[in-house]
């Protein structure tokens, strides 16, 4: 289980949803492949440094960035040895897909808790057409083979 995750419903993804578990009775193949869609979809944001809406990071300060050097380490903001970005995770349990990160500090960042803020974890606009393109694909998959 993630340290910290978000919560998103949608009632277009929920009727989707249970449009999937009246055709197919199992929920799993499709929660599974939002679940690796939003682990592509986070790692870009550590690519472009944005948060799910778009807006970019606070940038990092000089100081970060001199003990950052000093130290040999990443020089992207978050990413100083890349464990963070790395223990992104989802988890499909039941009915639901959790997406969330095993580490501390991204809760910390995520939230702005005594740093500065940097969301990544998210659903953006397009995430959520994705979500929906690949539950209409589950639906017609479904539809096909009745």
């Keep these: 289980m993630p340290i910290f995750s978000i919560k998103y419903s949608d009632q277009q993804i929920s009727d989707r949803l249970s449009r999937i578990l009246t055709q197919t009775g199992n929920l799993t193949p499709a929660l599974q492949e939002i679940g690796e869609y939003m682990l592509y979809a986070i790692d870009q944001r550590f690519v472009t ?15 970060t960035l001199r003990e950052k050097q000093a130290k040999g380490r990443i020089l992207k903001i978050l990413q100083s040895t890349g464990l963070m970005r790395s223990r992104i995770n989802y988890q499909v349990t039941g009915n639901q897909c959790i ?48």
């Design 49 to 63: 440094e944005t948060d799910p809406q778009g807006k970019p990071w606070k940038p990092l300060t000089a100081f």
């Design 99 to 146: 997406v969330g990160v095993n580490d501390e500090k991204a809760r910390k960042h995520q939230l702005g808790i005594g740093v500065p803020k940097r969301e990544f974890i998210g659903v953006s606009a397009v995430d959520r057409e994705q979500i929906i393109n690949i539950l209409d694909d589950y639906i017609r998959s479904a539809s096909d083979s009745s």
